[in-house]
């Protein structure tokens, strides 16, 4: 997805895909190493159908391959903003740095509220999170990385900025609701962010919800170590949560959002003729909800 949002959005602006291939490819580099810090972090098994690189090869190993990921992404980046000039090169090592400093704290958010074992939060204190953690690096990045790289202005930058927000908001619920009926095609361990404590928007609803047996429930999940939270009190939440209405709350949720996405992706476009690339991000709209 994030490469292709680069493509795409520079294809629109006139870009060929020699001006954009560098930075499509520094951008999945960026991302891949993302996700094996994340995997460490969030202590987590599969990732795409398979053992995490850190069950594999060990933490230090794996922070390493994480970290060069990360820093090789920068030198296909500079040379397809360099090759642009006009100062886009610093104008996209800005970006980056922005960017990746946000993910990082929408990271330390989602994991702050676990480790100081918080659960009275709003849906807007997830939406800041998710905002932060996904859907900057994600969709908005990507996205402004594709107007640096164009050769004519015809995108609205500002409303395809709030397009990003928008649908990496609503990317981040819908992976939180896969996760709670993952099956082989997902790639990730079911139920991984319930026995991990993640505070999702579905659990944050049921706090704000859950009363009698069900409050207990959720009470004895919030007091159990992740490491002694058993099959039978994960399921049995799950089960909860799906017959309490928060995974209702959140289908709910992710649908209005993608719905005010689609809205600004169309302001952004409004200029756009048709074409393949006009269709990929159209197309995003309704992906997020088809992927497995």
């Given at each position: 997805m994030r490469p292709a949002i680069v493509i795409a959005v520079a294809g629109i602006g006139g870009a060929?895909?020699?001006d954009v291939l560098d930075a499509a490819v520094a951008v999945e580099l960026f991302h891949n190493a993302q996700l094996i810090h994340d995997d460490i972090e969030d202590g987590s098994e599969l990732r795409r159908g398979l053992p995490t690189l850190h069950r594999v090869h060990g933490i230090p190993l794996a922070l390493n391959a994480g970290s060069a990921a990360m820093l090789q992404a920068f030198d296909p980046l500079a040379a397809a903003l360099r090759c642009r000039g006009g100062g886009r090169m610093e104008q996209g090592l800005e970006l980056t740095r922005r960017s990746a400093r946000s993910a990082a704290e929408g990271q330390a958010l989602e994991l702050g509220w676990r480790d100081d074992d918080r659960l009275e939060?709003?849906?807007r204190d997830y939406?800041?999170?998710a905002l932060r953690k996904t859907a900057i690096l994600s969709v908005i990045w990507p996205a402004q990385l594709g107007l640096l790289l164009s050769r004519r202005d015809i995108v609205d930058a500002q409303?395809?900025?709030r397009f990003g927000g928008l649908l990496g908001i609503a990317f981040q619920i819908q992976d939180d609701l896969l996760n709670l009926v993952a099956d082989r095609a997902y790639g990730k361990e079911a139920l991984g962010d319930l026995r991990e404590g993640k505070r999702t928007l579905i659990v944050l609803h049921a706090a704000r919800t859950f009363r009698g047996a069900d409050r207990h429930l959720l009470d004895r999940w919030r007091s159990t170590p992740?490491?002694?939270r058993s099959d039978a009190l994960?399921?049995?939440l799950a089960g909860r949560l799906r017959?309490?209405?928060s995974v209702h709350h959140a289908e709910l949720v992710a649908q209005a959002l993608a719905g005010a996405a689609d809205y600004e992706l169309q302001l952004a476009?409004?200029?756009v003729p048709p074409s393949p690339d006009r269709d990929f991000l159209v197309g995003l709209v309704p992906w997020i909800f088809e992927r497995a």
């Open positions: 060929s895909l020699g939060l709003s849906d939406f800041a999170m409303a395809l900025s992740a490491t002694e994960i399921q049995d017959s309490g209405g476009l409004r200029r």
